[in-house]
């Protein structure tokens, strides 16, 4: 790794190097030998193009690695360089996400297995650098795999996991990978990187198959269809969206056996929740501050625990409804807003209730508590304050469904 | 419940556009007169019109809004009281935009509803045209040269109002004369146009369509396929390569036919047709080459057949053919099936030559689009004489 | 040499000696819902044609896209896939880096393949303009982008585009009873823009439908020779244009004749007026007024003889006063230009 401290060898086969989550990306897309990415800059996401660079410079990795002019066309070059066959590595954050909305939307409608890394920001105006989850949430009804990683080694991990599962013949549909403004994008920590015999063994190459783009396979792609048909080509990509649940799980069962790394539920991660009477919730880096605040309470002897999403589409409901069925009450903490929706809570609380709704089990009480935006600390009083109220809905006590955690007011 | 009326209008994109527009707005103003609601619409999956190319607009008139409100919950009306053709080529059937197959013109007609077609023709030969349907229907021949009046420039022969007075012969019940007449002063403020919609109304006359009359063929026809049959990744298979031609006599191969679009193939779009003279042919390429439809096939011996499955009518190659006569646009109505003109020639020369001569003689103004400043005016008084005589 | 572009091979295509010695296999084929005359249409199938079946297409949004490719149904031999209204730039340039490295790596059998993107006059001068300036500043990418110019946004309505002449009848500058002109915007110099602002592309070109072989020759030039290259072609409309469908060629000639659009090529930075417009230049034929070309369409039919008499002068301007005559707006002079009253 000429761009990481190497920290120590192990067993000849596996590196640790000490590096951020977008460098944990960057490593990835040099394992997965990518061969079309395209970088426009915005920060924070732009740290992973500014170390693939480097990979390239140093001769570390062989690819197309094109500065576009804007990220319409960033996006808009590797949906075509990957209807032509090509591994493509591509990114953006907040309103440079926003700007390439056209090219998102259409890469799931064309079946491209495009792998994007969010490097979550405010979106303007005020014009923000801080977190916020608005910008890949956009996405979420467009037939996007969404998945949020809470450190370098879990980014590194899922990078890998996101190819395999987005260039599964089955499935042809893109994956962005949500990294927390400098939370993840900025800091650096240790990582174990794993061999490229390994990655050749769990990453098969990208196979267009019948949808190639190539002389010796004419076809025409994306005429433009009518209401003869516009209901039956949804239809086709819902399937493959539905199909996109079971082959993340098999993804994550074959990782375990190559890499000697589980992460349980592919979908969602448990902390302290065996015994516990209530829950929280949440997606990406503010899992740090909630597990602090937990560990802090447990010895307070409250039972709280923490349930993290992973992936946000497919969002795997059913798990979900049965997991938080066994709880008092659950409180929901979004990094993000939905103005006007019911109850006025964030995206995930929003999903959440829906999930629970229909599930099969008990249904307790989810309160939604807007928290961190803009990249503003989550701090583990503002976790105790949520504990209280949610300690609060479990007893009966009638709560506000929606709370703002760490406002001036 | 009440009565709804469905009015159909089958004209050519661009072309004819702004008539068809004012036809089927006209018809909601003058049942307004008598109190029926209405309303008028153009099929929005024609809505990116091209030159030619066959479109529909409706008029849907109800004695009550509940009743209409029946009419409006569909896409667009199945069945029709009246279907109004404002080209008479258009009688070969309907391949429009928004679907595929094509389309017998009356086939929205209910039983015993009318046919109204522009015509300088008699009956005969449009009822010829027409595929047979099972139900007998009325036809009413409103004589006319087709008002293709193009696209900025509106060329107002009265084709518009006539069709109008006719409407009220045909229909009564929809509305009287008189109000057609009320509608059209307020919207035109023209006392020639309300003349020319009364002498229509005067002069009109019907004929009898019996399921035994006309066109038996079966028109080619589409199944939509279901989700779950269509290609992943909204992909379809391109056109084969293309092959060569064969020789009906000598059985020698050579040339090339391209392969074509199995799904749409146009040729309703035409309302005039190349004849091809091959003894006159120098084989200088020109038609073959500025064609955009590639709708020439090369044949073993280096001629041109204008293959009439893909033939749109522009008239280029006409345009762009050095010999004289080599090349002629003939009105489609002078032809009744869609057979290769070069299989002809190579059955027998001296029979085709004859044929050619006569389908060339006297083929007639081009009726549409626009030529030079003021064409429009230079054709609207031979249709105005029309109009006010009958 | 600092820098080294690594230019990949491209396919031999020399000229076409005559038409009489052009391929008979068609690429672009019937059954496409475009207008009877589209000389769009046209530039497709001759387009094809001069690049042949180891060819990837790929078309924005447009005439070209709704019309020719309806779902189910399509007049593509080779393959072809849609890109979104201003992308073609992207579309060029993402499938040519594809290739690029698959071929390098070994993933992709290596042989030269033709990459051409399209794009109309409202997704290339107007929404695409950035991307396809991008495109044409990388080298080592082996594409062409080409501009099918029916001066207006034909298939969404005919509304105007920054390529529309000025004065033209479109729906978004429809003469009224108080303003007869609502377009007083002259038409972008698209060619001549891409060509002064991207030194590295080595081939620029305009041509017309009316002028097959020739245009055909210059599509087969820009594909030949190496990297990132711009044809733009002039194509009557007679939708948008309004005139009857059989005049599309003579429209397309006169055009030329008048003037009104120069052809020219840029060849590695050698600029040379081809075909009539060569013929005018020189002086070995006279340029026809415009008013022989307005009058044939409908989109001018409310000009009047003053409208007429401006149009004639900005063309005059043009050939007289352009540093490079339709080429380059720099003049070698200052001087006022006064539209007609309203």
């Known amino acids: 790794m000429a761009i990481a401290t190497v920290v120590e060898q192990q067993k000849g086969t596996e590196e640790t190097a000490l590096i951020t989550g977008s460098e944990a990306i960057a490593v990835a897309c040099k394992l997965a030998d990518v061969d079309v990415i395209t970088a426009y800059p915005i920060r924070p996401y732009d740290t992973v193009m500014q170390y693939i660079c480097k990979l390239v410079a140093n001769g570390e990795m062989d690819c197309e690695y094109i500065v576009a002019e804007g990220e319409h066309s960033q996006f808009e070059i590797v949906k075509h360089a990957s209807a032509a066959g090509a591994r493509v590595f591509c990114g953006s954050s907040g309103v440079g996400w926003m700007y390439a909305m056209e090219a998102l939307t259409v890469t799931p409608a064309l079946r491209i297995p495009m792998i994007a890394m969010v490097g979550n920001r405010a979106l303007d105006d005020p014009g923000a650098f801080g977190v916020e989850h608005n910008d890949a949430l956009a996405v979420r009804d467009l037939g996007w795999q969404l998945v949020w990683v809470d450190n370098a080694q879990e980014a590194l991990d899922t990078a890998l996991i996101a190819y395999r599962v987005a260039e599964d013949r089955r499935i042809f549909l893109p994956c962005a990978i949500s990294c927390d403004g400098a939370f993840l994008t900025h800091s650096q920590a240790v990582v174990k990187i794993p061999s490229q015999e390994q990655v050749n063994k769990f990453l098969p190459r990208y196979n267009r198959g019948d949808l190639l783009l190539h002389p010796d396979n004419p076809i025409t792609v994306a005429p433009q269809g009518n209401e003869d048909w516009v209901m039956e080509i949804r239809r086709q990509n819902y399937a493959a969206i539905e199909r996109s649940y079971g082959v993340i799980k098999e993804a994550y069962a074959e990782f375990e056996k190559i890499f000697g790394r589980s992460y349980g539920n592919p979908f969602f991660e448990e902390y302290m929740t065996s015994d516990a009477d209530i829950v929280l919730m949440g997606m990406g880096t503010l899992s740090t501050p909630v597990k602090v605040a937990i560990r802090k309470m447990r010895d307070e002897g409250k039972k709280v625990g923490f349930v993290r999403m992973r992936w946000f589409r497919p969002f795997a409901a059913e798990d979900l409804a049965k997991c938080l069925s066994r709880f008092k009450a659950v409180g929901v903490i979004d990094r993000d807003y939905s103005m006007g929706s019911p109850y006025n809570s964030g995206v995930l609380a929003t999903e959440v209730r829906t999930a629970l709704y229909c599930g099969s089990g008990a249904k307790p009480p989810v309160l939604g508590f807007i928290a961190g935006l803009g990249g503003r600390e989550v701090t583990v009083p503002d976790v105790e304050k949520i504990t209280a109220s949610v300690q609060q809905a479990a007893q009966g006590k009638t709560q506000p469904l929606t709370q703002w955690i760490g406002l001036r007011e | ?390 | ?342």
């Open chain 2, 1 to 390: 419940m009440g009565r709804l009326f469905a009015i159909e209008i089958i004209y050519r994109g661009i072309f004819q556009k702004t008539l068809a527009r004012n036809i089927s707005r006209a018809i909601v103003l003058a049942a307004h007169k008598e109190g029926k609601p209405g309303i008028s619409f153009g099929r929005y999956g024609d809505s990116p019109e091209r030159n030619g190319i066959p479109a529909k607009s409706f008029a849907i008139v109800a004695t009550d809004d509940v009743t209409l409100e029946e009419g409006m919950a569909k896409y667009e009306p199945k069945d029709v009281d009246i279907t109004i053709c404002v080209d008479d080529t258009l009688a070969k059937g309907v391949e429009s935009w928004a679907w595929y197959g094509l389309q017998p013109v009356n086939k929205l007609l209910k039983p015993g509803g009318t046919l109204i077609v522009t015509s300088r023709l008699e009956a005969d030969p449009i009822i010829a045209m027409c595929h047979r349907k099972e139900t007998p229907y009325e036809m009413a021949i409103l004589k006319a040269i087709p008002s293709f009046s193009g696209l900025w420039v509106y060329k107002d022969d009265h084709t518009d109002v006539r069709i109008l007075g006719a409407i009220a012969k045909i229909l009564p019940d929809l509305f009287s004369l008189k109000s057609v007449q009320a509608a059209i002063t307020d919207e035109w403020h023209d006392a020639v146009k309300v003349t020319s919609a009364a002498r229509a109304y005067e002069k009109l006359t019907t004929v009898t369509v019996k399921p035994t009359q006309g066109n038996p063929e079966v028109p080619f026809k589409f199944d939509l396929p279901k989700w779950h049959e269509m290609g992943e990744g909204i992909v379809i298979p391109s056109i084969p390569a293309g092959h060569k031609m064969e020789d009906p006599g000598t059985h020698a191969t050579g040339g090339y036919k391209p392969d074509r679009n199995p799904t749409f193939k146009k040729f309703s779009t035409r309302t005039m047709r190349p004849v091809v003279d091959f003894d006159t042919c120098i084989k200088c390429t020109l038609c073959w080459l500025q064609c955009p439809d590639s709708c020439f096939d090369v044949t073993p011996e280096g001629l041109y057949d204008a293959n009439m499955e893909a033939c749109c009518g522009c008239g280029v190659c006409e345009a762009v053919c050095p010999v004289p006569n080599c090349v002629t646009m003939v009105n489609e109505s002078s032809f009744h099936d869609n057979a290769s003109q070069w299989v002809a020639w190579r059955k027998d020369k001296t029979n085709y030559k004859g044929w050619v001569q006569e389908k060339i003689k006297g083929h007639g103004e081009r009726s549409h689009g626009f030529r030079y400043l003021g064409q429009y005016e230079e054709q609207v008084p031979e249709m105005l004489d029309i109009a006010t005589k009958g």
């Open chain 3, 1 to 342: 040499m600092a820098t080294v572009v690594k230019h990949d091979p491209t396919q031999a295509l020399d000229p076409f000696k005559s038409v009489k010695k052009l391929p008979l296999e068609e690429y672009f084929t019937s059954g496409h819902r475009t207008c009877q005359g589209c000389e769009s249409a046209l530039l497709m199938k001759l387009m094809a044609k001069a690049a042949g079946p180891r060819t990837i297409v790929l078309g924005s949004t447009g005439c070209m896209y709704v019309a020719n490719t309806t779902y189910y149904s399509t007049s593509w031999v080779v393959p072809w896939m849609h890109t979104q209204l201003g992308s073609s730039g992207s579309a060029a340039l993402g499938t040519a880096a594809a290739l690029k490295v698959l071929m390098r790596k070994g993933k992709m059998k290596n042989e030269p393949i033709n990459v051409i993107a399209f794009c109309g006059d409202g997704g290339g001068a107007d929404m695409g303009i950035s991307g396809i300036s991008a495109t044409l500043t990388h080298p080592d990418y082996n594409c062409l982008i080409l501009m099918y110019d029916n001066e207006s946004y034909a298939n969404t309505d005919i509304q105007l585009s920054g390529s529309t002449p000025w004065g033209a009848n479109t729906t978004f500058s429809t003469p009224g009873k108080v303003k007869r002109i609502m377009h007083h915007r002259w038409k972008k110099n698209m060619a001549g823009m891409m060509a002064a602002g991207h030194p590295e592309c080595k081939y620029v070109s305009t041509i017309s439908m009316s002028y097959g072989l020739h245009a055909m020759n210059s599509m087969r030039k820009a594909l030949a020779i190496g990297g990132p290259t711009f044809v733009h072609s002039l194509d009557p409309c007679p939708k948008g244009w309004d005139y009857d469908p059989y005049l599309s060629h003579e429209i397309g000639e006169l055009a030329v004749n008048t003037g009104v659009w120069p052809l020219y090529e840029i060849e590695n930075g050698v600029l040379r007026l081809t075909g009539r417009t060569q013929q005018i230049a020189a002086g070995k034929i006279r340029r026809q007024p415009v008013r022989d070309y307005l009058t044939k369409q409908g989109r001018f039919a409310h000009f009047t003889a003053d409208d007429t008499d401006y149009f004639q002068s900005k063309i005059d301007e043009m050939w007289t006063k352009w540093l490079y005559p339709g080429v380059i707006p720099f003049r070698k002079e200052i001087e006022a230009d006064s539209a007609p009253a309203e």
